[in-house]
């Protein structure tokens, strides 16, 4: 399954930027290979022009974003997260982010992680220094809260997409129906048409057979089982169309509720 499919990609960049103004917090939605679905809220130069933009640090985070979960320090000493997006018990993927951090940063320690990861030292102090800091608890408590709402409008709109196929196919079903319908209607007044021609058969062959006398006494009893057959035909006939009836009525009620008229 792929999100792509039936999210609109559009709505989760509103909810990632709205949250991501609102608490601070940087964040970016990526499917399973790691490949961006949204454009990154709020990352500083620290992380995407110098920690990912490292090929050492760029393997770590791409690592990062499709194995880690919760709420994490990063290689790179800031504390991150990454909350799966779930659609019936399938991850499609994961919200991630954070770029923040808890505490005042030790210079000295992040020094050293950039000559670990091929980076100019004093650069990336700089870049360090435009990351925003925060409370580990409401960092935790944000990054829960957006995966939770992520996970709600993605199966939101996993829901409202699969109920739209549904009822695609429940329309062409009900054309399909009264298509049916038509036709046997049509059958049946064939059919009735048959029967009364039977009818009018059977009284002049009853009427012949009189005139006949005794030899006609033979004749008489075919005519009046033909009589007699196309008078049930008949009324067999007539709960066939009454049934129909009933059923293009209940038909036409379900089309009425499928398109919202009643």
Known sequence: MD???FMD???????QDSFSDATGLAAIAVDNKGEYLTEGSNFTDFCMKYTRNSIEGNKRCIKCDTE???TYFCHA??????YDIVVEGEKLGSIIGGQVLPEEPDEDKFRATAEELGIDPDAYIQALRQVPISSEKKIRASASLLGLMVNQLVNLEYARAHSSDKLDDLSNE?????????????????LKS???????????ASIEAARSGEAGVGFAVVAKSMGDLSSQSATIYGDIEKSVIEVTNAIEHLSDLFEGKK
């Open 3 to 5: 999100i792509r499919e």
């Open 9 to 15: 990609l559009n709505k989760l960049q509103e909810i």
């Open 68 to 70: 880690c979960t919760g």
């Open 77 to 82: 000493g800031l504390m991150d997260f990454a």
């Open 174 to 190: 009900i054309s399909h129906a009264n298509s049916v319908i038509e036709t046997i209607n049509n059958n049946t007044h064939a």
């Open 194 to 204: 048959i029967a009364n021609k039977q009818k009018m058969l059977s009284l002049n």
